[in-house]
């Protein structure tokens, strides 16, 4: 993501923030979005600058955010362009699955571990779905003991089980670390 999608998605965010909740403190936005207070102090400024909010001092400290009618149309907008990066994401990741699954198919891999159970996971599977490669199972990553209808694995049960194949499905370096120790084909999806 460029620092240009970077910037959009804080102001966004905190944007939604201030609609739902006028009274919202700098320090709940910082803690909200994850980011040092100062930063978000500087990000209310420039939001204040371009006249997307204003800002009423009540009593003391007390202040409220309100987005101007400018500040709502911006609101649209970035989420117009949050909207269609996601979009772009998924699209992209989508094709990098399937070329992954046209490599295996042409190695004759039949039976696919994925390793990971989050959402890149979730379109791993989708992705499978009438292709000749049975998924049988998923190492959960996060301790979920579900996946659709499939057998969840920990990372230690995965060696008595029987595969062709691991499909990576986790970008986390940790997790993908731990399949050093595991002797098995192992198919990562931004090498196809």
């Known amino acids: 993501m460029n620092?240009?999608?970077i910037n959009d998605e804080i102001s966004l965010r905190i944007l939604e923030h201030i609609h739902e909740s006028p009274s919202i403190t700098q320090r709940d936005l910082a803690s909200k979005l994850g980011i040092a207070l100062g930063l978000t102090n500087s990000y209310i400024k420039r939001l204040y600058k371009k006249g997307y909010i204003k800002i009423k001092n009540l009593t003391g400290k007390r202040i409220i955010?309100?987005?101007t009618p400018k500040g709502f149309t911006e609101k649209a907008r970035l989420t117009l362009n949050y909207m269609a990066r996601s979009f772009n994401y998924f699209k992209e990741i989508k094709q990098r699955i399937d070329k992954t699954y046209d490599l295996?198919?042409?190695?004759?891999i039949?039976?696919?571990?994925?390793?990971?159970?989050?959402e890149l996971a979730e379109l791993c599977y989708i992705a499978s779905i009438g292709l000749p490669i049975k998924i049988v199972g998923v190492v959960?990553?996060?301790?979920a003991k579900k996946f659709h209808n499939l057998p969840v694995y920990s990372k230690a049960e995965i060696r008595n089980t029987q595969f062709d194949a691991i499909l990576v499905a986790t970008f986390d370096e940790k997790e993908i670390a731990e399949l050093k120790n595991i002797d098995a084909k192992v198919y990562y999806?931004?090498?196809t």
Do not use: A
């Open 104 to 108: 295996m198919v042409s190695l004759g």
């Open 189 to 191: 999806l931004w090498q």
């Open 65 to 67: 955010y309100m987005l």
């Open 3 to 5: 620092k240009s999608s």
């Open 140 to 143: 959960s990553l996060n301790g």
């Open 110 to 118: 039949k039976e696919v571990v994925i390793w990971g159970n989050d």
